[in-house]
């Protein structure tokens, strides 16, 4: 079966914007079409509900359990791309990694002394980011019922020349590179909490696991929600990638940051323009409870599943270009003092 997108779309190798927005809007296949379930995506996922309730799986989860699961299976039996079918083998090992055996004594110290040795192994292991906060229980998916108390979280940074690419499968491959790199800190991680005596339950992209990911991340300081629905952090921008380990072991939680990057998105469009299927939309919006940035699943998926995964958002978005992050983070820091003095 012949792929619709006409790879690559966007190739940047030197870091300069070479994206054409398509000519022709992106019409969702017929194909696909008949496969969506008679509830739209944006009503499982809570667009429009004022109230704060658990959210549903979707997609990327086990397809019985989710309404979209007829979709999610077309897509998981077209055919791959060698890149990305390589970066897949690339992870089995990953995947069949076992956790070590639980010692019988938990290791005794203070939350803080524990949370600074866990960020020091989590950044020792390979994580670019590691931050700690309490599970919420309307993070965890329906369906799902976890005991732990808190969620350590794992940002994996992604190589921007790569990611740049999107959508081509060059892209892709990186991303579930990193994905796999997320999934072994995050076992590693676990592993190393259980020969301290603490349970660690490890999980890591791009599959769904039983909470959600990016919420915990906001909470936990790695930045704050952009527009095409990925974190911005004040780093690495959006070229980032997620994973975690659930834990009781003793811990102290990190604080959310601000500077200044959701009052970027207000003025920026840069994403709203690129994606192809016109999913990303120009204002906030009330989604179980809380009103922020939202992607439209519906527009999304069908282009996602065309290309195997898309990012083509995030391959766009300014603030994901090496060195763009700290620089705009000190720039909108000016700003913000300069109108405070005012
Ligand atoms: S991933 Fe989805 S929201 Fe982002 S550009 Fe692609 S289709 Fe649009
Ligand atoms: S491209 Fe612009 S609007 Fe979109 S997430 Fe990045 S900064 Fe925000």
New binding site residues.
């Given amino acids: 079966m012949e792929r619709r997108c006409d790879w690559p779309r966007r190739v940047n190798k030197s870091g300069t914007d070479d994206w054409q927005p398509p000519a022709e809007p992106y019409v969702a296949p017929q194909e696909q079409r008949d496969l969506f379930p008679d509830v739209s995506g944006n009503a499982i996922n809570g667009l429009g509900e004022s109230t704060v309730r658990r959210p549903e799986p979707i997609y990327h989860h086990d397809p019985e359990r989710t309404r979209f699961g007829a979709l999610q299976t077309w897509f998981h039996g077209l055919p791959g791309h060698p890149l990305i079918d390589q970066a897949r083998r690339d992870r089995i090992p990953i995947m069949e990694e076992q956790l070590a055996p639980l010692a019988p004594q938990p290791e005794q110290r203070s939350p803080a002394d524990w949370t600074a040795v866990v960020k020091e192994q989590a950044r020792a292991l390979g994580a670019e980011l590691a931050g700690i906060t309490p599970l919420r229980p309307e993070w965890v998916f329906e369906g799902f019922e976890i005991t732990q108390k808190w969620v350590v979280v794992l940002g994996i940074a992604m190589d921007y020349v790569e990611q740049s690419t999107a959508p081509h499968p060059r892209s892709i491959a990186e991303v579930v590179r990193q994905y796999g790199r997320g999934t072994h800190v995050a076992k590693r991680l676990a592993s190393w909490l259980r020969t301290k005596g603490w349970d660690g339950l490890p999980h890591g992209g791009p599959e769904a696991g039983p909470i959600l990911m990016i919420p915990p991340a906001l909470a936990c300081g790695f930045g704050e929600l ?3 629905g ?1 974190i ?1 952090n004040r780093d690495l921008g ?1 070229c980032f990638r997620l994973a975690y380990v659930l834990t009781d072991v003793p811990l102290v939680a990190d604080a959310p940051d601000a500077f200044g ?1 959701d009052e ?2 207000m003025n ?5 323009k690129a994606c192809p299927p016109d999913a ?1 939309t120009p204002t906030k919006h009330l989604v179980r409870g809380e009103t922020k940035w939202y992607v439209d699943f519906d527009k999304c998926v069908p282009y996602f599943n065309d290309t195997t995964g898309c990012g083509i ?1 995030i391959a ?4 994901s270009r090496p060195g763009v992050a700290p620089n705009l983070t000190k720039k909108l820091a000016r700003r913000r003092a300069r109108q405070d003095a005012a």
């Fill in positions: 952009g527009k095409d990925s911005i959006s990057a970027f998105c920026c469009r840069v994403c709203e990303i958002c766009v978005c300014p603030w």
